[in-house]
């Protein structure tokens, strides 16, 4: 079977952990996994299919992430093209951090609108986002009588997993009148998450990178303030929301969604725990010559280190920077990134303790052999 290695390893690939599947889940994939398999019941409206009971989960999530309402798409960036394609007008200006991901410039070029970007407090070795900037940017695109048609935060990023302080952006746009969305595909269903106290208007959320989904499938939650531009019916099929085509997910996806998020509803609550045993990693790995970058100490599973030790390894052996993946591989850990040594990433969230520390001995074991 394909990849069914990887599988039976303790993977440290952090798009990953947040998506690995509980058994129940696993179960439920056999009773749906015909196309069009959710559609048995509908009466029309994806988000009001009462068997399976997708209308309640949706309603559980919503409750969950304290916004008033939620759909479904098919990721994050789904999310966030909808956002923009439905409130932004062409050319208007959308504002990001500058540890935003590829798929917020996509939609945002895929809707048509213009990119400013918040710099940083620091680069090397922080890459903090310089949040109060927000009001500057907005100020110099006022001042040119630019519109600015949604300010955009990714909550945690992918490179660094810095957490930003969302709220602080939140108030910035809650008081400049301008619409906040929250990049969540991160956060939401790693660690707890509240739109209403982060002053999000819309948060969106991916499935497969942190709700134990086999995915693709993302959530966008919505304040009421923006119903009837999200949620705008086609004037032709007064059922179908124009911007989720009609219906989004249409089968196992949300299913595998849906069914694992009582679990993920009691995972968030140990994020401190998650906290801990990163932290302990990054104290560990930090002894041997690994260096964390982004925000210090970790709020966040994600650790980027700058590995030095790695790369004076790979000049000697034969294998050149394969070494670190090979010998990985041989202890059964797999999720680094073959051939790469200057920088590696890497996340022990949902491991037990005692992988966590299998997996720091492991490496200090790899780099004594050398
Ligand atoms: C992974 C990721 C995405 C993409 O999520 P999808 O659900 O696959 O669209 C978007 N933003 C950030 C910050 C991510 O890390």
Not at 169 to 175: F, S, T
Not at 216 to 239: H, T
Request: hydrophobic content about 35%.
């Amino acid at each position: 079977m394909y990849c069914r290695n990887l599988r039976e390893m303790i993977n440290l690939n952090p798009i990953q952990r947040g998506g690995i599947i509980p058994k129940e889940t696993k179960k439920v994939i056999y009773e749906f996994w015909d196309g069009y398999s959710i559609c048995d019941f509908c009466q029309g409206k994806l988000d009001e299919i009462e068997h399976p009971n997708i209308k309640h989960f949706l309603e559980e999530v919503a409750e969950w992430l304290n916004i008033d309402f939620v759909r479904v798409t098919h990721g994050a960036r789904e999310g966030k093209f909808a956002v923009m394609h439905a409130i932004c007008k062409e050319g208007d200006y959308v504002i990001l951090d500058s540890n935003a991901h590829y798929t917020s410039y996509v939609s945002a070029e895929r809707a048509k609108l213009n990119i400013a970007k918040v710099g940083y407090e620091e680069k090397y070795p922080t890459y903090k986002i310089n949040l109060d900037d927000y009001k500057k940017v907005i100020d110099e695109l006022e001042d040119k009588n630019k519109n600015i048609g949604l300010i955009l935060l990714t909550h945690v990023d992918g490179n660094y997993g810095n957490l930003n302080d969302a709220k602080k952006v939140g108030k910035i746009a809650r008081e400049k009148g301008i619409p906040f969305l929250l990049n969540c595909a991160y956060s939401v269903g790693r660690m707890p998450v509240d739109a209403k106290k982060l002053k999000a208007d819309f948060i969106v959320a991916s499935g497969h990178k942190s709700m134990a989904a086999s995915g693709p499938i993302g959530i966008l939650g919505f304040r009421e303030e923006f119903y009837d531009k999200i949620a705008k019916p086609s004037q032709n099929f007064p059922k179908k929301e124009i911007e989720f085509l009609g219906c989004t997910s249409r089968g196992l996806p949300i299913i595998t969604l849906m069914s694992s998020f009582p679990y993920v509803k009691e995972r968030v609550k140990k994020w401190n725990e998650e906290i801990k045993k990163t932290r302990y990693v990054v104290e560990e790995l930090e002894k041997v010559g690994f260096k964390q970058l982004g925000i210090k100490p970790k709020e966040h599973d994600l650790i980027l280190f700058e590995t030095p030790v790695l790369d004076d390894i790979a000049k000697k052996d034969k294998r050149r920077g394969y070494f670190f993946y090979d010998e990985l591989k041989k202890r059964g850990i797999g999720g680094i990134k073959p051939g790469v040594t200057k920088e590696i990433k890497m996340s022990v969230y949902g491991l037990e303790w005692e992988q966590v520390k299998y997996v720091i001995n492991s490496i200090k074991e790899i780099l004594l052999q050398f």
